[in-house]
């Protein structure tokens, strides 16, 4: 870590390191958007740079295009990315419709075998009366 420092050659007064960092031969500090903890990595990528800029002092803040892309580039993979939102969103809609429609189906015929079920009970109790009263008049006979 002693190896990194400002590009005018002073120390830092702050780290935030993730787990295990630095851990390669790299020269150069990236921050990871998500956590905001540092990682060494190689000079030739190509991304923003961050400087160091004394909090006493208000310097205006330069335009840096974001990781070397245009603002146009930017906009269109947005775009892109909204498209292919879109598409998957339209496509668990559909398939969530059509889930629906086979579940409402299968409550149907639930129902349907339940009110089946129901009859074949009353048969089934009307038969056994009948039997009951055929064993009695045998009984008797």
Wanted: negative net charge; glycine residues 2%.
């Amino acid at each position: 870590m002693e190896s990194f420092v400002w590009i005018d050659g002073t120390a830092f007064d702050f780290t935030n390191w993730a787990p295990e960092q630095p851990d390669g031969p790299d020269t150069c500090i990236r921050i990871e958007m998500f956590n905001g903890r540092w990682h060494d990595f190689s000079c030739e990528s190509n991304c923003i740079v961050m400087c160091q800029m004394s909090y006493l002092i208000d310097y205006p803040t330069p335009e840096i295009p974001a990781f070397g892309f245009s603002e146009e580039a930017i906009l269109n993979s947005i775009k892109d990315l909204n498209a292919k939102i879109d598409f998957f969103s339209n496509n668990i809609n559909e398939k969530l419709s059509r889930l629906d429609y086979h579940v409402h189906h299968i409550d149907e015929s639930v129902e349907q075998c339940k009110a089946t079920n129901d009859e074949l009970k009353k048969v089934k109790q009307k038969i056994l009366k009948q039997l009951n009263k055929t064993e009695a008049i045998i009984m008797f006979a």
